[in-house]
């Protein structure tokens, strides 16, 4: 019994620090020195370009957004925007409205039922379908992305140019958070965002890249798929989908998108809650691809899996450690574990008293992120009713 409990311990723990720590540090061994895509596009010779978007409510944003559209170095005669509004009840109609006057490119769909993100996806989906042949479907290139995520210059372009090659049936944009404030986690969530691109760039010069961020990336419109009902992370099921068809899914890092994420958390821990909850939906759908015992399966399960089965594995520490008490090394591993899954009352107090602690604050996010997956966990095998969602908390 001590021998399996030690093994549990042991193991659990080194498949933690496989997905956080091992992990990266492989794949900067075995794609460190790569290149990635060089069969690239020039600004002279490029596709056409639709950009989609769901919304619902975003009047504090949806102008400056545009504006980082029209203001785009790509070629407006090459440019498509859609817009689907998910039965918004404030301005953003009339403000999207106004741009569509002026700009013939830009079209709104306002839906009058909620739909759901995935829901409006799906009906841009059947519209794609309706005005476009199959064979210029392969030619046209989408941008799917968020309302509150800004285009820089050269975004577009740096996104479109890697569609030269036929291999490549996906892009992930790079983005980083405009609204950093020390009293909250944007930091701590920047750090993380950070850290995530970097991974997705190393996986990138495979074509391996395990989900695009849904805030921003291009795809080739013949992969874009119809969403199963109620999904709540279509973007990884898109990003999957490409996968399984054995296509390259790449990360741009010139392509950049600035998000203003919250600095609340309670705000981020519902969106986490969320994001949670769609990563067991995909794994239902996408767990065959563990199977296949390839690269990507290997990434997959390293950088996916392993993370979503985190709480189990830190609760198989704890436990374990637990009945290993008379042990000096496992008191010593049970303190630290009491010590970790106590940052968020320490941070909580200290924000009380005005101290800010970047490495607790890290710890505490840390925390957060897994008892989300709990919580995400719940939500998941309690059924998902719908997918319609509320924009979260803008900092604007």
Known sequence: MTLFLVILFFLSAGLIFHSYVLYPLILQWMNG???????????????????????????????????????TSYPLAKLKVWIGSDNSTDQTNEIIQAYALKYSFIKLFAFTNRNGKSGVLNKLHKQLQTEYSPAALKKLVLVLTDANVFFEQETLFELAKHFKNPLVA??????????????????QEQSYIQRENYIKHLEGLSGTMQGAFGACYALRASYFPEIPANFLMEDFYISMHVLEAKQQAVFESKAIGREDVSNEVAEEFK??????????????????????????????????????????????????????????LFKIFVLLQLLLFSTPFIDLLMKRLDVHSKSIRLMSYFVMMNVALVNGLKMYLSGVKTNAWTPTKRNV
């Open 271 to 328: 969106r986490k809650t969320r994001i949670s909850a769609g990563n067991f939906q995909n794994l239902r759908v996408y767990w065959p691809l563990l199977l296949r015992f390839d690269f990507n399966a290997f990434c997959f399960l390293s950088h996916k899996v392993l993370r979503w089965i985190t709480p189990l594995l830190m609760l198989f520490c704890l436990l374990s450690s637990l009945l290993l008490l008379r042990f000096t």
């Open 33 to 71: 020195r790569k290149q990635g895509n060089n069969n690239v596009y020039s600004q002279d010779d490029l596709p056409e370009l639709l950009i989609c978007m769901s919304v619902f409510n975003e009047q504090k944003v949806i102008q400056q957004k545009l504006e980082s559209i029209v203001n």
């Open 170 to 187: 996906q892009v992930g944009a790079n983005i980083l958070n405009s609204g950093l404030r020390e009293d909250g986690i944007s930091i």
